[in-house]
């Protein structure tokens, strides 16, 4: 595509439109490894000053200077080529950049990031030419979905029907944190269980809320018996700023989600008071505050899926040590508690997968059960979409439940 004569021209637009973006073929001197052309058609009322690409996990960090289209002069067409495994999954977006928003040239990483952050709301776009249907990251920004030929794909997220539970919103007005948030409630299908359903409490429940057909997949697996009949309690994390302050090891946030939240949702959707048949999942900064909420709060909380646990905090430097909470588990946080553990973290996440691996080596030596599991994936929403599935099956297929027929 690239070398025709006809760049840029309509008829080779319409071949692009056709094959689909990236651009894609098996590169010749690698095994397992694809050449990428991402491609962005500048419209002719827009005049920019650069286009930039974020590939999750693998272009740089912002803050060291994104990755940038190259525009080929006298067309409307900017592209970008890389090479990437066979099994890539993730996610990436296009932003466009008029002259008068200049990336910094001084103040470093600092002002970079805030120079990025800024544009993210206004001009970060999904791809128009990629076949998958976009998706929205943790805020809402758009995303397109790069799953390469051996990508793994769950198949409860395309091979569900519509969901059958029943589903309840709620709104919590929290005197101990001040404001109000969105929580969401939601009961799978079939509804006569005997006893109190199996709880799950799932953080960023802004994000898992509004994914396609998650109830609809939740359903399919309890169907099949590979998930118990559950209550699953999606509770939102407001904004970035408010999530990054009660997310990380925070007990006030944990009292809260306990004294208030938990007794008004089991008002409106009973569920189990037992830690065992109890999952907390989070991803990033949620992963480590589901494993902070287990071990302070053993008697409520016993299962933990953490993918991606942000296990570095509070110090982002430190990259080795599992960080304050491994420290805490040392020094005996949790210890003797029946605690179940599963760790996720992606082979692509560079500087996490230490703090996970550390974690993980604190866990184990304190006694606990804990299973790390480094998958093919980064940091990244669409990756997390697949662990959240296997890891609530992992942990909860030995829960003590009666399947209905």
């Not at 296990?311 to 304050?324: E, I, L, R």
Request: some cysteine; charged content about 15%.
């Amino acid at each position: 595509m690239m070398d025709r004569g006809d760049l840029g021209s309509a008829a080779w637009w319409s071949a692009a439109a056709a094959h689909g973006t990236p651009l894609l073929r098996a590169a010749n001197d690698a095994d397992g490894m694809h050449d990428l052309t991402f491609l962005w058609r500048q419209p002719p009322a827009v005049q920019a000053s650069a286009v930039y690409i974020d590939v999750y996990s693998h272009t740089p960090h912002p803050s060291t200077g994104p990755a940038a289209l190259r525009h080929h002069a006298g067309t409307d067409v900017w592209s970008w080529s890389t090479r990437l495994p066979s099994d890539w999954r993730g996610s990436y977006f296009l932003m466009p950049v008029a002259a008068d928003r200049p990336a910094p040239e001084q103040g470093g990483g600092a002002a970079l990031r805030r120079w990025w952050v800024g544009l993210l709301e206004t001009n970060a776009q999904a791809d128009p030419l990629n076949r998958w249907p976009a998706h929205g990251g943790s805020w809402g920004q758009p995303l397109s979905a790069l799953l390469l030929p051996e990508a793994p794909v769950h198949p409860a997220w395309t091979g569900a029907g519509q969901p059958q539970g029943r589903l309840q919103c709620y709104r919590w007005h929290s005197a101990a944190l001040g404001g109000a948030r969105d929580t969401w409630i939601y009961r799978t299908a079939p509804h006569a269980a005997a006893g109190d359903p199996a709880l799950a409490v799932l953080l960023d429940g802004h994000y898992w809320a509004h994914q396609e057909n998650l109830f609809g997949a939740l359903d399919s697996l309890t169907a099949q018996g590979k998930l118990p009949p559950a209550v699953y309690l999606l509770v939102d994390a407001v904004s970035p700023e408010r999530r990054a302050q009660e997310l990380p090891c925070n007990a006030a946030f944990w009292n809260a989600l306990q004294q208030e939240l938990l007794p008004a949702a089991h008002g409106l959707e009973p569920f189990t008071a037992q830690a065992g048949r109890t999952v907390v999942a989070g991803q990033s900064f949620g992963g480590l505050a589901a494993a902070y909420a287990a071990l302070h709060w053993p008697g409520r909380f016993g299962n933990v899926l953490s993918q991606s646990g942000s296990y570095w905090w509070p110090d982002a430097s430190d990259t080795a040590s599992g960080g304050w909470l491994a420290g805490e588990v040392g020094r005996g946080l949790g210890a003797g508690m029946p605690l179940r553990f599963l760790l996720e973290i992606g082979c692509y996440e560079d500087s996490m997968l230490d703090p996970n691996r550390s974690f993980h080596r604190a866990l184990c030596a304190a006694g606990h059960r804990a299973e790390l599991r480094e998958v093919r994936g980064g940091h990244d929403w669409l990756c997390w979409r697949d662990g959240l599935l296997e890891g609530l099956c992992e942990l909860m297929k030995d829960f003590d439940w009666i399947q209905q027929p």
